[in-house]
């Protein structure tokens, strides 16, 4: 089973609108925690936001937000305000088990790749 | 915020070659690094995890005597395709985490696009 679940391959929206990017998760972990990357077409990896399982409030950085809904195991992902420098893949990813010889593993989503049109 | 570096970004090389690549921590010490690959237009697929001054660990399907994974201090990890063919083109992307139980985060690098002729 998919522990990581996008369903949106791509998404469109105008720009300085706001978007919704789905994730779903699945692990039987008490302590997890959920990230989401966004890569721009030149590939490198941006970290956007982070949100653990014990967390009880939505993360907020800045334009982000993650809709997290804990008992639905759904971590959206939302964007205000959308900028053309916003076009690109979105990858939600989540962190489980138990810190073991320093390491925790990350699984990530297939991705979203979202169009911001002028 | 942490900066992880990649040498190099991109590679081509011929078939039977081997190719190193570098992941540098460059401004904290990475207690895991971690090694991925990204086929176009899918997602990251973890290859393995290193710890530093141990053996790495790899993930179901990955095959150790080819991907060679050296994780010899705090601030560099190596990753060498051996024997590198066609189907090994890929992007290579590597992170690193800093330690502590309470830090979450993983860095990650440019990434490196190995093109194997």
């Known amino acids: 089973a998919q522990k990581i679940t996008q369903t949106q391959p791509g998404m469109f929206v105008q720009e300085k609108e706001a978007v919704t990017l789905d994730c779903t998760y699945d692990?039987?972990?008490?302590?997890?925690?959920l990230f989401w990357y966004k890569q721009p077409s030149s590939g490198e990896m941006i970290f956007l936001i982070y949100q653990g399982s014990y967390d009880e409030q939505n993360a907020t950085e800045g334009r982000y937000s993650l809709n997290f809904q804990k008992a639905r195991k759904s971590a959206n992902l939302v964007i205000s305000a959308s900028q053309l420098g916003d076009s690109a893949m979105y990858f939600c990813?989540?962190?489980?088990?138990?810190?073991?010889?320093?390491?925790?593993?990350?699984?990530f989503g297939i991705g979203t790749k979202l169009q911001v049109i002028p | 915020g942490a900066v992880v570096s990649q040498h190099p970004s991109w590679v081509i090389c011929k078939s039977g070659t081997s190719v190193k690549i570098e992941c540098r921590s460059l401004?904290?010490?990475?207690?895991?690094m971690f090694w991925y690959r990204q086929f176009p237009k899918q997602s990251l697929m973890l290859m393995a995890t290193s710890n530093e001054g141990s053996k790495a660990t790899y993930e179901q399907g990955v095959e150790k005597d080819k991907f060679l994974i050296n994780h010899a201090s705090l601030t560099l990890s190596t990753l060498t395709v051996t024997s590198a063919h066609p189907e090994d083109s890929s992007f290579y992307i590597c992170s690193a985490r800093v330690g502590g139980l309470d830090y979450n985060e993983q860095f990650f690098g440019p990434g490196t696009r190995l093109t194997v002729l």
């Open positions: 692990t039987s972990d008490q302590s997890y925690g």
């Open positions: 401004d904290f010490q990475a207690t895991t």
């Open positions: 990813a989540m962190r489980e088990g138990r810190e073991s010889g320093g390491y925790q593993k990350v699984t």
